[in-house]
């Protein structure tokens, strides 16, 4: 190489120092746009006669070699032979000893060159729509429906409560994490346990947990710590669920498929092969994306940039070497790359391999295309949105498999799982998608899933429209089924409890003389228990039995219920009573006084004497099922 050769590179090195990306991790261009314009520069070198051409042949080519390198790419195996050709033409054309000027040139921005936007438009969703004989026996029976109803509705507001005080206490983190908005009514509508309610109440509660729902993919990420503590076994899940999420929402902001690569890209990730993976997916569509009016929005690799006969076509020569440039300085390639840097063939390969995950971008763009980039149904969204994720999902293979990056397959196939919850929440399909969270991420939340039930409850919630489904629905999140165990695991415990069962011993009419029957049937006492001894013994004070109005003496004689009356069901009494431990039965003594209950006669010497409403007290043997309904406090054996 001549003097004013070795001058030339100096000043061209002096002049590109200040101009390109400096040390960049990510120096990302549009390689095989540029490699096509060098592709042309060098046809041209062989025509040109005279310096002043080749001057600007030369600075047209260092003004784009420059955003690449900053070292004329004289180490770059496959820029070798192209500088010493340029530097054999060069001593050709010399005809006068001249200092050749480069002008300043700006740098083009690495922006990527989008089509018109509103490229794909926002995909409609399927809206839902949330939202007896005479007066005494007249008087008795509105009464009756009244105290029935008043009943039913103390339990309604006793039933919420249990289940806002568990929200609002035990779950209260991952309650409001996840839905912030239906925590804060609860708070205001619970007022620890002072709180009234109505129906309006409900409806708007159902409401806010509507809106809540929606946004629990979103929520997720954004109170990541809160809902998934235990994700340290884990420390990818952020970033994957983060990458899953920006898919969808760009997807759904008519953004062009590049774009939403380079936004993936623009997010902040706390694991580094995350990084490295979703930067690399960037620089890579950015150095493929084809030419103005192409077949394909991306290069082929597979066809196009096949690596054979690359000597004799040297546009496959300047994209590898480009792409090279880019690569080499990312610390994941940089060790890899440089066991292929002697061998040009073997290096472009592998870079070949690097790139052939465009493949399925462009699969993902043709989908797009068919449906004239207007997704018009939720499916046809969904598709798009999991054929982006696998493109990316293909490229972490292929850097698995060459030995880049150290990342489980298995880890990315949450980006997918994360798809089919929000798959689920955007079809409002609530019952799917809450077991499918807790299913595929319960191990990574707090409390070992005791908060299933309070977001179950939320998901049922907002699909009830009816007051009577929403009134089994509180009953059937009050208190357990089997929740008599919970009793038999106490050291106490406090209910308003029922029994249901067979009852039997003797009663006392106290009329104007005392009488005694014996007594059997069926018995249904409400009323306070209290458990102690380790839960095997309680403590009953009745207040009403159901059962009276079919209790039947053996001896008859003294027969009958003459008008069904509202006193027949208040029934006060005590009792002891002995819990089987691993059956929900119980068996005992049991004293009550029913006032008015009989009309009993007897005779008085030679006349028969009618006593009406007479009293009787019972002191019976019982033997029932246990049917606690509310626990007012409990303290377990633990």
Known sequence: MSMKTRFLFLIIVCFLSGHVVNAQEYNKQHTCQDAYKLKKIDDQMTQITTMTEFKKLLSSFYSIAGLYSDDTLRSNPFFSAFLISLAEKEA????????????????????????????????????????????????????????????????????????????????????????????????????????????AD?????????????????????????????????????DILLLSSTIIKYSRQSLPLPEIISMLANQEYQDKSIESIVNMADLISQALLDTINSKDLWVNPLTVLNPLNMNINNEKLFFYGLLYEQLKDIPVCKDYLGKFSGEKEQLAIELQKITQFVVYLNSTYRFAEEKEFIFKSVDDLLIYVKEIANSINSLIFTLNRIHIIDISEERFEYCITYIDIYDAFIR??????????????????AGEGKYTRSMAFISQMVTIEDPEDFEALLQAYALPIGSSSIKRNSKTNISI?????????????????????TDVGLAAPIGISVTKFKGNVSFFASFIDLGSIVNQRINNDTVSYSNLKLEHFFTPGAGIFYNFPKAPVSIGVH????????????????????????????????????????????????
């Open 92 to 199: 050709e054309i010399i005809v006068e000893q001249s200092r050749i000027k480069i002008p300043t040139y700006k740098i083009p921005s690495a922006a990527l060159i989008l089509s018109e936007p509103g490229l794909f438009s926002t995909p409609k969703t399927e809206s839902v729509n949330t939202t007896g004989g005479n007066w005494q026996a007249a008087i008795i029976g509105g009464t009756a429906n009244f105290m029935a109803g008043r009943f039913k509705e103390e339990a309604l507001h006793f039933g919420i409560n249990q289940v806002f005080e568990k929200m609002t206490v035990e779950d209260k983190e991952i309650i409001l994490a996840l839905f912030p908005k239906t925590a804060a009514q609860i708070d205001i509508l619970y007022n620890n346990g002072k709180g009234t309610y109505y129906t």
């Open 202 to 238: 409900l409806l708007y509660l159902r409401q806010l947990a509507l809106l809540d729902m929606r946004g629990i993919p979103e929520n997720m990420i954004q109170n990541f710590n809160t809902v998934f503590p235990k994700s340290t076994v884990e420390p990818q899940l952020k």
């Open 428 to 445: 409002n399909d609530f019952q799917r998608a809450i077991p499918l969270l807790l299913t595929e991420f319960g191990k990574y939340m």
């Open 497 to 517: 409890n029922g029994y249901v069962g067979l009852t039997g011993g003797r009663e006392m009419a106290l009329g104007d003389i005392t009488q005694w029957r």
């Open 591 to 638: 004293l009550n006084y029913i006032p008015d209950l009989r009309t009993i006669k007897y005779e008085n010497n030679t006349a028969v004497v009618t006593n009406t409403n007479v009293s009787v007290v019972r002191f019976n043997i019982s033997a029932l099922v246990d049917i606690p309904f509310f626990t007012l406090y409990n303290k377990s054996k633990k």
